[in-house]
C-alpha cells in the first residue's frame, strides 16, 4: 500500500460548470443492459425459428448417426383453402388471405403426411407452435401438442383420421392463447435427438378472438349481434343534429388482404409484450392509444384545422383499407382523423381480431372538458353571449367505439359493452387514450373502476351552466340546461342499415328516480355539478327544429311559450353562428334582438328570412350553423334560453353498376354528380369502395365548374358473394362530406 | 346554370399515386383552430395580467372623467418576511424564497394602505387573484375577495385591523383551491369602472397543499409523521439486502431556492390544465409519468448501462435540488436515474408541494414482470439453471413512494397513504407511469380500483416458480418459492434516523388466513398463480447470511437440512454471479456441484473460500454477488433451492466541519478518503451537500492511485437553524455508491 498520507491534487471544478463531457457523438441509447436479461419479446414481426435438429448430447466421435431409419415428415398440410373445414368452422372465410387463420378455444385440423405409415405405438411426434422472437414454454410463446390422451400440453391435441403414413391433427388452443401470427413445426422424437420440419413460412397461421365459443373473454351470446359487430364489413355511422340524423357509411376492410397485419404492426408498433397478447383488456386499451398518432407515433393524425392539404381530409374517407394499409407500409401517421374516423378505424382493428366492437354516435357531446360535468356559457349583464369569456364548446356529436368482453380485472357485472375511444382529448392531462369502460358501470354512476369511466360519464351527463358576468368579474348562474349534452347516442342496428337508439345502456331515463341516484353516486366519486336551485322559469323559448339544403334560403324561428297567468315582455338576443362540428364558433352571420310581448299564457312566433348569401362564404367543414337564443323576462328577471344545431343537408353523389352480379365476373360502376352552385369546385377528389369488390380508389378532379357534372365510370371483379356496398364520397375544401352508396348482392 | 350534360374532363389520378402535394414544407403544426374555442391553460408561467382600469361602459365624448376624487392604493405588503405571520403559521419558513408562500384552507394576511382612510361602509374594494393564462371565476382561477360580510366569494375575506389608511386583510382560499402560484390585485370599485392595482410581480404568491388543515384532502392527523413528510428535507433510502441492510442518504431540498418553481415548471411541461392542479390525485399520476424522460421528456433520464458519461451516475448523486434545477434550466431532461433517484427527486417534489411522501424499498421486488404473479426460473433436466431461456428476474430491491390523501375517486376505506412509481416499466406496455394505487387496497387485494393496484401487488407478492426443462422443450414445475418477493418493505421512521419496517402495510403475514384470502381475491382480479401442489420436500438448502466487504476473500456456507427419518443424498449445484441490482446477471464466478450426504435428520454444511480475485474484476456497479444453490434428492426425485444476495460493503468517506455552528457565520467542511485497493481510481467525482446549509457542490479527481488520501476542504454559511445532515458520495466507474454522512445542528 502506498503512504496513506500522500495527498492526491485534486482537479478543482466550481459546481456550476458542467461535468467534463466525453468527445464528440450523441449520448449513448438506452439499452436494455443491466436493466432486464433479454429485451422483452413485444414484436410478433420477428419469429425466432427453431432448429431442424436439436441433440440430446453431445455428437458422439464419427458425428450423429444417421437418422434414415426413424421417422420423417414429407408433407404438412394447413388446409387453408377458404372452402375447407378451417375457415368455414372457425367465421374466417371472408378473409382475403393465403395463410391459414383460425379462432382460439375450438378445434382446427391439419393434415401431416410422414414418410411411412404412421404408428401410433411407436412413433412419437409433437406440432410445434411460436410466435414472438423468444417463444418460450413457460410464457405460453412456445406450445407443443402431443396426438396422444396420454401426453397432453395445455392445446389439447388428437388423431382426427390416420391413414398410413397421412395423419389429420386436430388442434384446440386454449381459449386464452395468445392472438397473433405463429410459426408451425412439425417435430418427431429420435433417440438422439428431435428432427423437425425446417422453417416454412407458408406454414405460418393466425390466431384471433373467438366470440362464438363461451370459454373466450370475448364471448357473445346473440348470434345476430355477433355476426354484425365481427364479420360486417360495412357500416353506418352517424353525425348531423339528434332531431336532424346524417349518415356517413363506410366500408371496415377488416378483412381484406394485408388488414390483419397491420393491425398486427399497430401492437408491435406499441411494444405490446407478445405474452399479454390475449387479453382483449389490454388489448383495447393499447390500441385506444396507438390509433392516434400523440405521444406514440400511432396511426392517425388528427386535424380539425380545415387545411388537410398534406394528407386526406377527414371527410372524404370511404373506408379503413387505404389508412391501416398505408400506416403499415409506411410506418408514418396517416393523415387526417376526426372523431368518426379514429373510431371507424379503430373498429376495423377491433373486429379483425375477432373483439365485437360497434361504433357510437353521442349527440351533443361534452368532449375537451376533462371529465367535468359542467359546460359553461358566459352571458353579459343583459343576457346577451359573451364570446370573449366563453370557452367550453360542446360538440354536435362525437363517435367512439364499444367492444365486447368480460372484464376479469374488475367485480362481478361490469362485463358486456365497454367504451374506447381513441379520439385524443385536447385539453386532459395528456390523456391519448381512453377505456375501456364498462357501459353498465357508467350507467350505474360506478365510476371508480378502470378505464375513465368518469370521462365517458361526463361525456353523456355534462350540464351546461349559463353564467351572468357581472362589471367585477364574478359570475353567477342564471340557468342550468340538464337535458342538452348526451340527447341521444346511437349505432347501427344488427342485421339491417337502420339506426338503433342505445341512449338507455348509458343513461335512465331523464328526470327518473335511478338518473338522480346516478348522478349523485357520480359526484361521491368526484364528478361535481353545478348545486344552483334556481326556479323555473314561466316562460320559454323555443327553437324549432329545421331540415336545410346548403345553399338554400330559409325560414328561422324564435317561439316563446308563456306559462304564466300575467303578461310577460321578453328582451331577447338570437346569435346565428357557423360553427365547427366540436361547437367551435367561426364566424357569426345573424343577430336579432326581439322584443316579444305575451298574454297570459300565450305563445308567441317571430321570424326571420335567413338568405344564402349570408352564410355560404363563411361555411366552414360540415355546414353547421348553432343559433342561441337568449332572453330575459321583464317581469321576473329570469334570463331563459334556447339552442339549436342546424347541419346543412348536402348534394348527393350517384352511384350505379352494371355488369353481371358475379363472383369474378367483370362490371362496371358509375359515379355521377352535378354541382349544384354557381361557383367552381377545386381540387376535388372523388373516392369509391366496396367491402370484397372493389379496392379503395380515387380520382382527382382540377376543377368542376359551376352548374356542371362529372362521371366517372370504374371497371370491377367481386371477389367473394354476398350482400356488399358500393360508398363513394367527393371532397374538396368548398364543399366537404358528400357521399352516396349503393346496395349491391354478389351471386356466387 | 349551366348544360348538365356538358361533362368535366376529369384528371385521372391512378389511386396508388399519392395526391398532388402542396409545393415544399413540413406538413403545417397541429393547432386548436376549429377543435377548442381558445387553447387549454396549462401553464402557470404564462399570467395573464388585468387591466390598471377596466370602463363599466364607453368613455363619453371627453373620454372617462378623472378619477382623482376617489379612492387609490397606495402600497401593497404581502407580509413575506419568514418571521411574519404568514410564514410561521403555514409551514413555510423554511423555504427559501422572495416571495410569499401560504398554504389553502387556512387564513393568510396582507396589508394594504389606500391613499385616505378606509370608510367601510362608502369604499368598495375587492383583492383579487388570478392564475394561468385566462383566469375566469367559473373555472376557479379568477377569484377575488371581499372585505365584507355581506359580500363574500368562495375565499372568505375579512378586515383584521383598519387603521386609517391601513387595512389588514384576511384571506381564506378554500381547502380545495388550485395549487401554484398567482398573481394578486387590488382592485377599487368607482362609478366609471374598476380600478386596479398595476402588475406587480413581487406580489405573486404561491399556495401550496395543507396537510394541517381537516377540510384539505391531504390533511395527515399524526403530527410528527406531518413534520417528517412533508417538512423534512434530509432522507435516508435503504438498499443492500433484507438481511444487510445498507443506507443512502439523500438531500430532498424542496425548500430550497427555485425548487418549488421548478416542480410548477414540471405541471407546466406536462400540459396539466391549470383547474385540474388542486387535486393531489391527478398531480401525483401526472408527476409519475414526468419524472422520467420517456414519452414525455420529463425529468430524469433512466440508465442501467453503467456507462454514465454523458451526465451524472445514479449513485453520484447527493440530492434533488441540481437535478430539479438543471431541467428547469435547460428545459431538458438530466442524465442519470436509477429507481432511488426517481423516488427521491418525487418525493422532493410532492413535499415541495406540500402532499405528504415518503420513500419506500421493497427487498426482492418483481419488477419488469408486466403484474404477471410469477418469476421464471428455468433448470435443465439436472436442476442446473439454464441461463439461455431464464429470462425474468428479480430486483434485489426496488424504491418507490408513498404519498397520502383521501381518494375521492374510489369508495370509502382506501385513503391514506397511496403508491406512485416514477420507475419507467420497460417490460409493460407503455406504462411509463404508475400510481396513485391505495396501499390498503393492495394488502386487501382489492386490485380492481385505479391506478395500478395489481401492478404494486405483483411487486411484492410474486412467486418464483422453478421449472425444469425437458428434451422437448416441454417444462415441469419442479418448485414454488412463496415467500421470496416482498421479503422486507422499509421506509425511514418519523423523527429519527432508524428504519421502520411497512411491510404489514401491504401484506398480511406470511402464512396466515388472511394472506391466503387475499391472494384468491388477487387471482379473481386476474393475477393468477402458478397452481402447483408440489409435495414439500424433506431436505431443505439454505445459504447462510454473509456481511463482506468489498475487496475481501471470503467464505460461502451451503447447508443442507434433512427432515427424513431416512438418509438422503443431494446432488446440489451452486452457481455465484455478479448481478446488477435488478437481479440482471452479468458474469458468473463460481461454479460448485457438490454431492452432500445426510444421515436423518442431520444437517450438513459446504464451506469453500471465496478469493476476492475471483470477483473484483467482474463487479459492476453495486457490488452484488448472487448465489443459487438447486438440488435435487436422489431417493425422492424433488428439486430443492437456495438463493442468497450479497452486496459488498463499501469503503466510507469521512465528513468533519469545524467552525461557529452558528446560522450566518463561516463554517468549514472536510470530506476525507483514503483509496483502500491497490488499483488506480480514476475519474473520480466527489459530491457534498447539506440542506439548508451547502449547496450541492462537486469536485473532479482525474485519479487517486491505490492507497492513497484525497482531502477536501469547502467552506459553507449555514443559512438556517435547526438539525441538518452533510452528506458526501465519491462516485466513478471502479468504485460506486461510496458514501459519508455527518448530522450537524445549526443554532440560532
Redesign the interface.
Known amino acids: 500500500?502506498?503512504?496513506?498520507?500522500?495527498?492526491?491534487p485534486?482537479?478543482?471544478?466550481?459546481?456550476s460548470a458542467p461535468?467534463?463531457?466525453?468527445p464528440g457523438g450523441a449520448?449513448?441509447k438506452?439499452?436494455?443492459?443491466?436493466?432486464?436479461?433479454?429485451p422483452?419479446a413485444s414484436s410478433n414481426e420477428d419469429t425466432e425459428e427453431l432448429p431442424e435438429f436439436e441433440p440430446?448430447g453431445a455428437p458422439g466421435p464419427r458425428g450423429f448417426p444417421s437418422l434414415a431409419e426413424y421417422l420423417d415428415i414429407s408433407k404438412v398440410d394447413m388446409m387453408k383453402n377458404r372452402a375447407e373445414i378451417n375457415h368455414q368452422q372457425h367465421h374466417t372465410d371472408r378473409f382475403n388471405t393465403d395463410f391459414l387463420i383460425v379462432r382460439r378455444g375450438q378445434e382446427f385440423q391439419v393434415k401431416i403426411t410422414f414418410n411411412r405409415p404412421y404408428d401410433a405405438d411407436k412413433d412419437k411426434f409433437?406440432v410445434?407452435f411460436g410466435i414472438g422472437p423468444?417463444p418460450?414454454?413457460?410464457?405460453r410463446t412456445?406450445m407443443?401438442v402431443f396426438p396422444t390422451p396420454e401426453r397432453q400440453?395445455p392445446w389439447a391435441g388428437r388423431v382426427v383420421v390416420a391413414a398410413g403414413p397421412e395423419v389429420t391433427m386436430g388442434i384446440t388452443p386454449t381459449a386464452d392463447a395468445i392472438v397473433g401470427r405463429y410459426r408451425l413445426y412439425v417435430?418427431v422424437?429420435t433417440p438422439y435427438g428431435?428432427r423437425r420440419t425446417c422453417t416454412d413460412v407458408s406454414r405460418d397461421l393466425y390466431i384471433l378472438y373467438n366470440p362464438w365459443v363461451k370459454e373466450d373473454v370475448v364471448f357473445l351470446e346473440d348470434e345476430e349481434e355477433r355476426d354484425e359487430c365481427v364479420l360486417n364489413e360495412s357500416g353506418v355511422i352517424y353525425h348531423g343534429t339528434w332531431d336532424d340524423i346524417a349518415e356517413r357509411n363506410w366500408n371496415f376492410g377488416q378483412f381484406d388482404f394485408g388488414v390483419l397485419d397491420a393491425c398486427l404492426y399497430v401492437m408491435d408498433r406499441?411494444?405490446?409484450?407478445i405474452?399479454?397478447r390475449g387479453d382483449p383488456v389490454?388489448m383495447a386499451?393499447?390500441a385506444s392509444?396507438m390509433l392516434n398518432s400523440r405521444?406514440?407515433d400511432g396511426v392517425l393524425?388528427?386535424?380539425?384545422?380545415?387545411?388537410y392539404?398534406?394528407?386526406?381530409a377527414p371527410t372524404s374517407w370511404t373506408g379503413s383499407t387505404d389508412i391501416l394499409l398505408s400506416y403499415y407500409r409506411t410506418r408514418k401517421p396517416v393523415?387526417y382523423a376526426q372523431c368518426w374516423v379514429y373510431a371507424a378505424v379503430f373498429n376495423s382493428f377491433l373486429r379483425c381480431l375477432g373483439i365485437p366492437a360497434r361504433v357510437v354516435t353521442n349527440f351533443y357531446s361534452a368532449h375537451?372538458n376533462?371529465g367535468?360535468l359542467k359546460t359553461?356559457i358566459?352571458l353579459d349583464e343583459n343576457g346577451r353571449i359573451d364570446r370573449k369569456?366563453?370557452?367550453?364548446?360542446i360538440w354536435n356529436y362525437h363517435c367512439w367505439n364499444e367492444c365486447f368482453m368480460a372484464r376479469?380485472?374488475?367485480?362481478t357485472g361490469f362485463g358486456g359493452w365497454q367504451a374506447v375511444d381513441a379520439t385524443p382529448q385536447?385539453?386532459?392531462?395528456?390523456m391519448f387514450r381512453c377505456g375501456p369502460a364498462s357501459v353498465r358501470a357508467i350507467k350505474h354512476g360506478e365510476?371508480?373502476?378502470?378505464?375513465d369511466a368518469?370521462f365517458v360519464f361526463a361525456e353523456v351527463n355534462s350540464d351546461v351552466?349559463f353564467?351572468s358576468?357581472k362589471?367585477?368579474?364574478?359570475?353567477e348562474v342564471v340557468k342550468v340546461k340538464k337535458d342538452h349534452v348526451g340527447r341521444l347516442i346511437l349505432t347501427k342496428a344488427t342485421g339491417s342499415y337502420d339506426s338503433r337508439d342505445i341512449t338507455e345502456l348509458y343513461k335512465f331515463p331523464e328526470g327518473s328516480v335511478e338518473e338522480r341516484t346516478v348522478l349523485e353516486k357520480g359526484e361521491?366519486?368526484?364528478c361535481a355539478r353545478d348545486q344552483s336551485t334556481l326556479p323555473e322559469a314561466d316562460v320559454e323559448l323555443r327553437l324549432p327544429a329545421l331540415e336545410v339544403a346548403v345553399g338554400d334560403d330559409f325560414e328561422l324561428c324564435l317561439e316563446a311559450v308563456s306559462r304564466s297567468g300575467e303578461s310577460r315582455t321578453v328582451d331577447a338576443y338570437i346569435t346565428g353562428s357557423v360553427v365547427?362540428y366540436?361547437g367551435?364558433?367561426?364566424a357569426d352571420f345573424l343577430f336579432k334582438t326581439p322584443t316579444l310581448e305575451l298574454e297570459a299564457n300565450q305563445s308567441v312566433k317571430e321570424l326571420w328570412q335567413v338568405p344564402a348569401r349570408s352564410y355560404m362564404k363563411k361555411l366552414?367543414?360540415q355546414a353547421n350553423l348553432h343559433f342561441i337564443a337568449t332572453g330575459k323576462v321583464k317581469e321576473t328577471g329570469q334570463i331563459i334560453t334556447a339552442m339549436k344545431v342546424v347541419a346543412l343537408h348536402m348534394p348527393k353523389l350517384s352511384i350505379k353498376v352494371s355488369g353481371l352480379n358475379k363472383v369474378n365476373e367483370l362490371m362496371v360502376a358509375t359515379v355521377d354528380f352535378?354541382n349544384p352552385f354557381?361557383l367552381v369546385l377545386e381540387h376535388v377528389?372523388v373516392r369509391v369502395e366496396g367491402a370484397g369488390v372493389l379496392?379503395?380508389?380515387?380520382?382527382?378532379?382540377?376543377?368542376?365548374?359551376?352548374?356542371?357534372?362529372?362521371?366517372?365510370t370504374e371497371e370491377f371483379t367481386p371477389r367473394r358473394a354476398g350482400p356488399t356496398r358500393l360508398i363513394a364520397t367527393l371532397d374538396c375544401a368548398a364543399l366537404r362530406q358528400v357521399s352516396g352508396q349503393l346496395e349491391l348482392d354478389v351471386l356466387p
Open positions: 500500500m502506498a503512504d496513506a498520507d500522500a495527498a492526491v485534486p482537479v478543482v471544478v466550481p459546481s461535468p467534463p463531457a466525453p449520448p449513448p438506452v439499452t436494455h443492459h443491466g436493466r432486464v436479461a433479454a422483452v440430446f409433437a410445434e423468444s418460450q414454454f413457460s410464457k412456445y407443443p400440453s417435430a422424437v428431435i406499441a411494444g405490446m409484450p405474452v399479454n389490454k386499451r393499447i392509444a405521444n406514440d393524425v388528427g386535424s380539425w384545422s380545415g387545411d392539404s398534406y394528407g386526406v393523415g375537451d376533462d367535468n359553461d358566459i369569456n366563453t370557452r367550453d364548446s376479469a380485472d374488475l367485480p385536447e385539453t386532459s392531462d395528456g365510476l371508480c373502476f378502470p378505464f368518469a351552466v353564467h358576468r362589471r367585477d368579474g364574478t359570475m361521491v366519486y368526484g365547427y366540436t367551435v364558433t367561426s366552414v367543414e352535378t354557381s377528389y379496392s379503395p380508389v380515387f380520382k382527382y378532379y382540377g376543377l368542376i365548374p359551376g352548374g356542371s357534372r362529372m362521371t366517372w
